[in-house]
């Protein structure tokens, strides 16, 4: 990753780099198939900043309109209980959120709000085409990258909604269960269930 700064320094003209904590996630798991050249574009299409604790990255029912790489810090992921936004996630460094809204026009289903301060590096619409334009293995990388973090958050979902069913199943209260079940089964099997 030094090598990817210093290339960097050298494409730039200047002696701009990442930061230490956004080298690390931009070598870390989430990225590996990137090789040096597709690190180092990305690195370019991405913005870097620091926000203090207490700070709403994103609002539910508004539109969100980039892509967003957690890399230091903890977030809560709230949702509208009536009138007070309740926790039902803790996102914690490295993560990646935003995705479903960057990707597809609708306006966010949950708010993100900082817990503590975060380093973040975010992909904004216009550097995301750029990236297309200019990388399209660095582009293809990243949201395979995405499909990925939202295939491991479904099969999370998948398991809870498996264990509540059982335990409605397992306590005398088959409605319930067989509620849910048919529920679970219509998420695959109806394209517009919402």
Do not use: C
């Not at 269960?177 to 099997?189: G, N, T």
């Amino acid at each position: 990753m030094a090598r990817l700064a210093r290339a960097e320094d050298r494409k730039r003209g200047d002696s701009m780099s990442l930061s230490v904590a956004a080298q690390r996630f931009l070598a870390g798991p989430l990225l590996a198939e990137l090789d040096d050249d597709a690190r180092l574009a990305l690195s370019h299409a991405l913005r870097e900043q620091q926000v203090a604790a207490g700070t709403v990255l994103i609002s539910e029912g508004k539109p969100n309109d980039r892509l967003w790489f957690l890399i230091e810090g903890s977030a809560a992921v709230l949702r509208r209980d009536v009138t007070d936004p309740k926790p039902i996630a803790r996102l914690e460094a490295p993560g990646i959120f935003g995705a479903t809204t960057f990707f597809r026009p609708a306006n966010a289903t949950a708010s993100i709000k900082t817990t503590t301060p975060v380093s973040l590096l975010t992909l904004d619409h216009e550097s995301y085409e750029q990236l297309r334009t200019s990388s399209p293995r660095a582009a293809e990388a990243l949201a395979l990258a995405t499909v990925r973090v939202l295939s491991d958050r479904f099969d999370v979902l998948d398991a809870r909604l498996n264990e509540f069913i059982a335990s409605h199943r397992a306590n005398g209260n088959p409605k319930v269960a067989h509620e849910w079940a048919d529920f679970r089964a219509r998420l695959f099997e109806e394209p517009n269930i919402i």
